[in-house]
């Protein structure tokens, strides 16, 4: 079936480790995202890409890190330099920026930090 | 600065009655407005999209409305069931060089009670 795979589900990290998410899609879309959400609060974009070898730092980039080395994938690292990492990341692609399609999205990845 | 308010922020009904969400925009120019269904956990699933010409638009139980000129949205649930326990996010889509950029609300918490 054609969809959004995040992998893992659930993650724990110490403090000072990095660590790196995993998104694939293979509904053949052009523009992937990654959001953060923290409970009461809205989506927050972190990074998003339009094409492969391009990605556009969102609202809260500080302390992420992405590549879009293939069209399906676009890992997303959460390294030290991310002050508060504990929440739920959300993987989402799009068929481009260009066209106002709907946002998929894949289950979602919680990172805890212990 | 783009922003989307959803009213109320959690609401706890009893099983077969109906309930109204609200959504109100400051995104400009607008694109389109969709509401998103969130269970607990997973990512958010598109339950209907409206454009600025459209007023109202149905999918099963719900119903979406659109007043462009207030700027305001509701989801309408009919019959509420026990399945319908999640967080609906409303997300406002406007347009900058060529690129929609969508605009998260908080979300609705909503419980259903037998």
């Known amino acids: 079936d054609g969809g959004i795979t995040q992998s893992p589900k659930y993650l724990f990290r110490k403090e000072g480790q990095n660590v790196t998410l995993s998104c694939e899609q293979n509904?053949?879309?052009?523009?992937m995202y990654w959001y953060r959400q923290d409970p009461g609060q809205g989506l927050r974009l972190i990074y998003y890409?339009?094409?492969?070898?391009?990605?556009q730092k969102g609202d809260i980039a500080e302390g992420y890190s992405v590549s879009r080395e293939k069209k399906e994938s676009f890992p997303l690292t959460v390294t030290s330099a991310q002050k508060n990492p504990t929440a739920f990341y959300l993987c989402?692609?799009?068929?481009?920026?260009?066209?106002?399609?709907?946002?998929?999205f894949g289950e979602g990845s919680r990172l805890t930090v212990l | 600065k783009n922003q989307v308010e959803q009213s109320p922020q959690s609401l706890i009904i009893l099983e077969g009655k109906n309930c109204t969400l609200q959504?109100?925009?400051?995104?400009?120019?607008?694109?389109?407005l969709r509401w998103y269904k969130q269970d607990t956990g997973r990512g958010p699933v598109s339950l209907t999209i409206m454009t600025f010409s459209e007023n109202t638009k149905s999918n099963g139980r719900y119903t979406a409305t659109l007043d462009a000129d207030t700027k305001q949205s509701s989801l309408h649930i009919t019959a509420s069931q026990l399945s319908d326990s999640a967080s609906y996010i409303c997300?406002?889509?406007?347009?900058?060089?060529?690129?929609?950029?969508?605009?998260f609300g908080r979300g609705t918490s909503l419980i259903v009670h037998p």
């Open positions: 890409s339009q094409i492969v070898n391009d990605f």
């Open positions: 997300v406002v889509s406007g347009t900058s060089g060529g690129s929609y950029i969508p605009t």
């Open positions: 989402a692609s799009n068929p481009g920026l260009g066209n106002p399609g709907e946002l998929f």
């Open positions: 509904l053949n879309h052009d523009a």
């Open positions: 959504c109100n925009y400051t995104v400009s120019p607008f694109s389109n």
